[in-house]
């Protein structure tokens, strides 16, 4: 079974730039999430999606982050414009979505540095 | 909201020893708890997970991890460390909303391996 792809692995811009990540996860799963890890910290979720609606967004910002997931497969996430604080990687996830699994399979990420 | 925290966030063993890694846990409601790790350059993957079952949870690799609700706690072992095991690990709760998990991630504790 196909794990979750993500690309570009990395991206170096500079501020003010703009950038897009692609997200494809496992054939199937319902759910798909979008983390920002920054160096040194744990994941943090900028946004979820069921099927292609949005379920919580709350932490992302939206001023210069959006994502979008058509058809209820792929995603995309962009950053326009970017600023030095977004350099992070930037973790697609995808589950099941059934309420009792928990388990979310993730990308190998994408690398973004802003200089 | 629900959150974890990692106690330690560099923890030093030598090959052949115990591993503990402490993870204490706050939850309004009885919480799923979940145990990941990243390799370098690479994505989460989770070794365990407690829903709600039996409190000492088995994993993959010889980890282990118990639940106990009077420390509100889930700390991480495994009998004897191997080199391979030299890795970051996040001690995850989730949102059990029906059909909405998701995860709120501890900020990690990598752990390295003195031969």
């Known amino acids: 079974e196909a794990g979750v792809a993500q690309s570009p692995r990395y991206k170096i811009i500079e501020k003010r730039q703009s950038v897009a990540f692609w997200c494809n996860p496992i054939?199937?799963?319902?759910?798909l999430y979008w983390y920002q890890q920054i160096l040194g910290q744990g994941p943090k979720l900028l946004i979820q999606?069921?099927?292609?609606?949005?379920?919580?967004d709350s932490q992302l910002p939206k001023d210069r982050f959006s994502a979008e997931r058509l058809k209820g497969v792929d995603s995309t996430l962009k950053i326009q414009p970017a600023k030095l604080e977004d350099s992070a990687v930037y973790l697609c996830?995808?589950?099941?979505?059934?309420?009792?699994?928990?388990?979310?399979?993730f990308g190998e990420g994408s690398r973004l540095t802003v200089l | 909201a629900q959150s974890v925290t990692q106690l330690g966030s560099h923890v030093s063993v030598s090959e052949g020893a115990l591993v503990l890694l402490r993870c204490n846990y706050s939850?309004?409601?009885?919480?799923?708890l979940f145990w990941y790790v990243q390799y370098p350059n690479q994505g989460l993957q989770l070794l365990l997970k407690?829903?709600?079952?039996?409190?000492l949870v088995k994993g993959i690799n010889d980890f282990e991890a118990e639940f106990k609700k009077s420390e509100t706690s889930f700390h991480l072992t495994k009998p004897s460390a191997h080199m391979s095991d030299a890795a970051e690990y996040f001690c995850?709760?989730?949102?059990?909303?029906?059909?909405?998990?998701?995860?709120?991630f501890g900020t990690g504790t990598r752990l390295t391996i003195i031969p």
């Open positions: 995850a709760v989730s949102d059990r909303g029906f059909g909405n998990e998701k995860l709120t």
């Open positions: 996830a995808s589950s099941l979505g059934a309420v009792n699994t928990g388990e979310l399979f």
């Open positions: 054939s199937g799963h319902a759910t």
């Open positions: 999606f069921q099927n292609n609606g949005v379920v919580d």
């Open positions: 939850s309004s409601v009885p919480p799923y």
């Open positions: 407690y829903t709600s079952a039996a409190t």
